[in-house]
């Protein structure tokens, strides 16, 4: 596979932080792990998942992942806790509902 542009990297980096941002609107990103990590609540430094870039795909990878509702199998690992979706396309977010699973990892941010 071939080196993923900047501009493409740039692109799905956008897509997905308008769906965070329509999701949780106080979202912060803070830098961890060399990527970023999605904390949800301005006043907690408790994040839901993060964005990661590779030479080859953008990665959004969530916290409590295994525990979502993903009938299409789009989520990748095999991990107790964590799963993740790639992105090789700006189309990709869409068509891998990172919506949905954006949504479900809020949803479980605060159950037990």
Do not use: C, W
């Not at 430094?45 to 992942?65: K, M, N, W």
């Amino acid at each position: 596979m071939s080196k993923l542009p900047p501009e493409v990297i740039a692109e799905i980096d956008a897509a997905i932080r308008l769906i965070v941002a329509d999701l949780a609107p106080d979202a912060r990103y803070l830098p961890k792990y060399g990527g970023v990590v999605i904390a949800p609540d301005p006043a907690s430094d408790q994040f839901v998942g993060g964005l990661f870039t590779y030479t080859e795909h953008v990665s959004l990878e969530f916290s409590q992942g295994a525990r979502f509702a993903d009938p299409q199998g789009d989520l990748e690992g095999k991990g107790k806790a964590r799963r993740h979706l790639k992105f090789r396309h700006p189309d990709d977010v869409a068509a891998r509902d990172a919506r949905g699973f954006l949504q479900q990892a809020l949803a479980l941010r605060n159950a037990p």
